[in-house]
């Protein structure tokens, strides 16, 4: 059992590191924030300062309430304090060589009660844990950015967790004031797999030519009711981190054709055109007179919307399907992971089951790629009559 008062040990004061110390201390934790780079943990510092300063500008917070979180986090350069906490998680660099390396370190140090974790979001837990003497005691806890904001934090056992570790972990992460889902250890998680055809098949249908990045996300926030498109979200995110997670989980998958990463976006990465963070992606930010207005052509933004919907809700099947998470999860990890308007199975049940169906098996006929095969529990529902949420 993590105990309510336990210290929190933060390794990596990068932008998910700082924001899960600051979510901790908030809850009245006392944190060590750790990073190997000085320089980064005065950067985390005055970031910190600065957001919660903002926090007082705004009335959030009290000046008082902000004392006491920064008061509370101490920014460390060694991780040999961590021998008080009850619970570490690390959010370092995504390199496995690198996470074993620091897990290893960190066992010496620990005490043998100390719940261990890593915020990785594509890296096996599994593979993390095998640096570990005691892997029963390692799981992954995958908060969102930024986390202080999201609500949502996946919490995924590997082969090894204990499962009182487990549960005792979601129970405390719970107590942030967040909402925890379960996943299995596989590729992506539960939000990182089920979100793939958001990115994949917008880009699939402007590679196709039959809108341009502008209309497709013209449609999906004014039809679908999606706080961002999805070419908004990529240049946002950055296309680098974008084409990084689709290849790790298109190689993870076994080259499954349904995560196939796309040319348009990987010619983006190669011409440095990262979106937001360097001025240019799909649209221009450095001059706005050069970016496209969508076309707003209502039937053609509903056939984008369907399309794109469509291929969500038979990924969150196939979630199910395989026993990624359970019907509930799967709704709540999209809704509180990345904002989703809707719960997708929720969605298909308004829909009507066998109409995404109908959808999915017309793509399947039109382009007799395996890409979009309709989910054998989608199949089966219909055939017998079901839906995700019975009354
Ligand atoms: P970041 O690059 O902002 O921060 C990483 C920090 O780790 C840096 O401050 C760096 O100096 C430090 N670091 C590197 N090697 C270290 C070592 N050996 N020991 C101690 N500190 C070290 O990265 P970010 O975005 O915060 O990601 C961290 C982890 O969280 C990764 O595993 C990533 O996959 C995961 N993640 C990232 C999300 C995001 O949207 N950025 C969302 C959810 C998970």
Known sequence: MISND????????????????????????????????????????????????????????????????????????????????GFVIEAIVE???????????????????????????????AAISSALKKPERFLGVHFFNPAPLMKLVEIIPGIATDKQVFEST????????????????????IVNRVARPFYGEALRIYEEGIADAATIDWAMKEIGGFRMGPFELMDLIGHDVNYEVTSTVFEAFYYDPRFKPSFAQKRMVEAGWLGRKSGRGFYNYNDDTKNPEPTKDKQLGQKIFNRILTMLINEACDAVFMNIASVEDVDLAMQNGVNYPKGLLQWADEIGLKNVLDRMTALQVEYREDRYRPNPLLKKMVADGKSFYEE
Not at 25 to 52: M, N, R, W
Not at 101 to 113: N, Y
């Open 6 to 85: 336990a210290k929190i040990g933060v390794i990596g004061a990068g932008t998910m590191g700082t924001g899960i110390a600051q979510v901790a201390a908030t809850q009245g934790h006392h944190v060590f924030l750790y990073d190997a780079y000085p320089q980064q943990l005065e950067k985390s510092k005055a970031g910190l300062e600065s957001i919660l300063a903002r926090q007082v500008e705004k009335e959030r917070m009290t000046q008082k309430e902000v004392d006491g979180i920064l008061n509370r986090i101490n920014f460390v350069d060694n991780i040999t304090g961590f021998g008080e906490c």
């Open 170 to 189: 979601k129970t405390f992460i719970k107590s942030w004031d967040k909402i925890t889902v379960s996943g299995k250890d596989t590729p992506g998680f």
């Open 95 to 125: 390199d496995l060589d690198i996470k074993k390396d620091t897990f290893a370190r960190l066992e010496g140090i620990v005490s043998k009660d100390c719940v261990l974790a890593s915020n990785t979001s594509s890296l096996s837990v």
